[in-house]
DNA sequence: TCCTCCCGCCAAGCA
DNA sequence: TGCTTGGCGGGAGGA
């Protein structure tokens, strides 16, 4: 076995000593019978030689009868012994499939244990393995480089690993996402499903701008081997071949399912970005095969190790292999419900011991090496200013804060919109870090007494209702309504305050403007959210039809701060659930909005108005609603349950938002924002923030702040500065304003601004695409299925293009 | 016919 | 120099 080279090497030598004389080897002399159609082939042939040369005489007695050809009885009959010899042969050899790779694999994997103890380390000796599997030394290599390129075993010396199981693998698939996304394959796969899209495989064609940009980008990480921290990586060529290394290859492929929703990848995609990297311009036929191959040799050992599951995209060309990921979900870096509950522990998965906060942020935001975390310094502000104020909260006698519901409704909905996109630039660690840290008992209770009285529900969004509920509001100034979207628990919050108007729900269709095709989608899949938020929230209802009668007098605001507890807790499995729901839901993407309530005592007695209600005296029937700069931000499906984390609690912070994290706009026009804006009527803006600032108690009773001076430009960052949205923003436009917060001295930051264009464009039309109304002139804000609708501009903030959706997989 | 992937040549690099 | 390691592509088996 360790020679089988020598083997095939004598048989080779047989063959050619036999070849010559050898005739009828290749047309069996049957009568009457044409030669096969398909003659030999070498391999068989060779086959066939083999088993009949086996032992050395009858192989030199084969010859010798051969070579004489002096009997043609003799030969038929050799030939039919041949011919029997090769039947027997070919039965008795074990089929194809019984040397598959993966079944290889299997049966090596049956030697060692999963998790073996870390006290006896098992080694591995290739050539113990070789002979006890009856294989070829190269194909046990073809296993072990998948291993290593998961840390499940790695090399000890000469002949010999170390088995480490999967211990490591948790961390392994953690490093392998982080690295997957900094890469950017998630664009890389779009880029090549749109190029596949618009033309066909072309191997002469010429490099893609969009695709050569994207690739390039990636190619400033290289191709290298991911490491661990404790998992030594010693290849035995460590350079040289190492970039194609099957392991390379095999660590970017995982990447690709790690950073993909749905976890799918299809091999020609993958071919397509392994060689992309290496060397784009070498696109050739042959390449492309060649990287085929070999991923269906690591595809094998991913198999069999249950990571991956083979499946089938049906695209419009037909039918196209492809691996599902089966393998275990990759959270980013830690388990967040573990986290909050024990809340002194950060667990990641693997977690030999990362004990404290310290070294779990330290696992975050590691100070080595290129990081895009650089561009969420801001985040790092954030945790440490949530950390202090939970100290502050948890030290304080009181409530630091009582905001209003209606108050806390619109920041909801204003940090959430925000978040939405803020978080979307965070990588799953970071998201994870900031879950972790906003724990439930930081969030600040409203005492029930100090909360005005509710007026009963109206319960217009039925519970049947999907998660994200569509109302119309009517604008009474203007004459024209506006169309909201909600989660149903916001909604049903909002027309808790809202006696007086009609609230409708619309077909999510005729609100977004997504292209009816796509229609049946969306509400499956806002159905089926909505299902699945029914599902958990239900533990909820039930607790609160229970405890109706005692919690009459519970304020909405409780309810909302309550139900963003159950959405937090509930937040990963709905990540899960809704996962595997979305497998095209990512390509589909939601509205959402905000609602600013105003009062109808706007003209002077506001200020009143707040007082009363500060007190619990201003009834809530006179307020009316309005949605002057309802912004209907369009998002992935996936970005609604980064949007569910209202956890988020209105205690004075220093929070900074990206400066494009908040987009504000009129839902109908822009001609209805100056016709508000320019009547008689206080600018909706304003008043919207008077309303707010004197609710919370950050300015007096009484003070009027206009628009423009409060709601004044904060200079966020340079790139606001220079920003064509923050230049073309009109007059009485929110762009940015400060909370000052007298409790605790600290500012509560908000930047509102429209996104920068990729290129210079007229300023209108900016506002205008980026927030495109429904049953506006552009009536179809539909988005493309070729990337997950988002691009960051060379600053990390988030533009989120209008485009075609197109769902390109069955 | 095409997908799948076994097989082994042969070169790089190590001992 | 012999051996280990592994890239690579021909071509066979199977659907």
Redesign the pocket.
Known sequence: L?T??K???T??LVLTERQPDCQPLTTPPKPKETPPA?PW????N??MLISAASPEIRSREQRRQLSDSSSEVLQTKHCLQEHLLRDEY?KS?????E??????CHKFLARYPDYPSPSQKSYIC??EVTEELH????????I??VL?SLHMVS?L?????VWHGRHNLPQTLQALKKVGEENKYIQQIQMIKKREYEHEFDPDGERNEEMASSFDSSEQSEMSFVELPGVEFR????????Y??????SQKFVMLFLVSTPQIVS?EVAAKILIGEDQLEDLDK??F??????L??I??VL?SLKLIK?V?VTEER????AFKWTGPEVLPNTQDTKLEATSTTCSPPISESIPSKEQCSKALFPSKGKQNFTRHSSLIKLVKSIENDRRKIQSAPTSPVKISASMYIFLTFLLETSFSLFLSQMTAEEMQMKCALSSPEAIPKPEPSQQPALSRPLGVCPASHSSVSPVILPHPQSGVSYAIYLHSSQAHTVTTYSPGFMLQPLPCANVTGIKSNNTKVLNKITTEQGDTQRGLDEPTKSLAAEERPERKSETSSQRCLKRSQALQENNLIKRRKSDEESLDASLTFFPSGYLIPLTHCTHGNKAECSNKEKAGVCSLQHTAYSSPITGVIPMPASELKTVNIPAFHITPLNIMLSPNSIAAAPVLSNSCLNSSSTSSAPNPSSSALNFMLQHIGLIPAGVQVPANPVLQHVPVSSQSENSPGSTNVQEGKVIGFTFYSPINESNFLFSLQPPAPKEPQDPQAVTENFFRTPGGPNTEPSLSANSDGTQRTSQGTLYIPQRKLEVSED
Do not use: C, F
């Open positions: 360790k089988p080279l083997q095939a090497a048989s080779q398909d082939t070498p391999t068989s060779l086959k070919e050899q074990p089929s194809r499939k040397k598959s790779l993966g079944l290889l290739l050539d294989v070829e030394r190269r194909r046990i290599y073809d072990v480089n290593e090399r010396a000469r002949n010999r690993y290849a035995a060529s460590v350079n040289g071949r190492k194609k290394s099957l392991r390379v290859m091999l042959s390449k095969k060649t990287k085929i191959r070999r269906y040799d595809a094998n198999s083979k089938h037909g039918r196209k292999p």
